[in-house]
């Protein structure tokens, strides 16, 4: 079945600075992959997904990037913000699959 | 719209003892999801639903989880009995089709202690 790895686990940057957060799929049947948001003790909200037949997609400052032949794909944060700090989970699903969610990724943005 | 409601919003129980959360997913959503979070990794499925029937409880631990989604629309997981590995978030999730790759909604969880 899939597997997603997420790195790094904790990801501490500057205000105004860009963040990257990376994830690696197995499966390469997956077509889809979305990124939520999670804020302490709230519920994932979608950021941001891309289906494997583009390469980028980007929305303001939030940007995804996929690699189907490396089977990786990556978020990118440009002009972080303090209210940019939270959990990011990358996730992974073929057609009519499950998502299979990745670890995720601590962001701290320090004003 | 109103988002994805969940009961309660916490729990605590001891082990062996019985556990039930509640689900009420967004109007018109056919596809239902329960997801168990511990405490540092991300959502990991435990049921799908497509209206009432199920599609994928493969990692679901049949011996003591179970749901039910009995008209199509609302849902309960139940665990019975209780042990300590499942304290954790218990997420609900919700979609307009499963025919496609589809955006979830999630609700905001019911946070499971077992002592």
């Known amino acids: 079945g899939e597997n997603v790895e997420q790195h790094p686990s904790t990801l501490s940057v500057q205000e105004g600075d860009s963040a990257v957060i990376k994830c690696t799929y197995s499966?390469?049947?997956?077509?889809?992959f979305p990124w939520y948001k999670q804020e302490l003790g709230k519920r994932p909200q979608l950021i941001i997904d891309i289906r494997s037949n583009v390469g980028e997609k980007k929305d303001q400052r939030i940007a995804v990037t996929l690699n189907k032949t490396a089977k990786h794909f990556s978020l990118h944060i440009t002009e972080t913000q303090p209210e940019d700090s939270a959990v990011y989970f990358c996730?992974?699903?073929?057609?009519?699959?499950?998502?299979?969610f990745g670890k995720g990724t601590k962001l701290s943005v320090k004003p | 719209e109103a988002g994805v409601a969940q009961s309660p919003r916490y729990k605590i129980i001891e082990k062996r003892q019985s556990v039930a959360f509640w689900c009420n997913p967004i109007s018109g959503h056919a596809t239902l999801y329960w997801y168990q979070q511990i405490l540092g990794q991300g959502p990991k499925l435990l049921i799908q639903f497509q209206n009432n029937g199920v599609v994928d409880d493969s990692q679901l631990p049949k011996d003591r989880f179970s749901a039910e989604r009995l008209k199509g629309v609302d849902s309960t997981l139940k665990i019975q009995p209780a042990k300590l590995e499942d304290s954790a978030v218990y997420l609900c999730a919700s979609s307009f089709n499963t025919g496609l790759s589809e955006k979830l909604f999630f609700g905001s969880g019911t946070q499971l202690s077992v002592l």
């Open positions: 996730a992974a699903s073929r057609s009519q699959g499950n998502l299979i």
């Open positions: 499966d390469s049947a997956s077509n889809y």
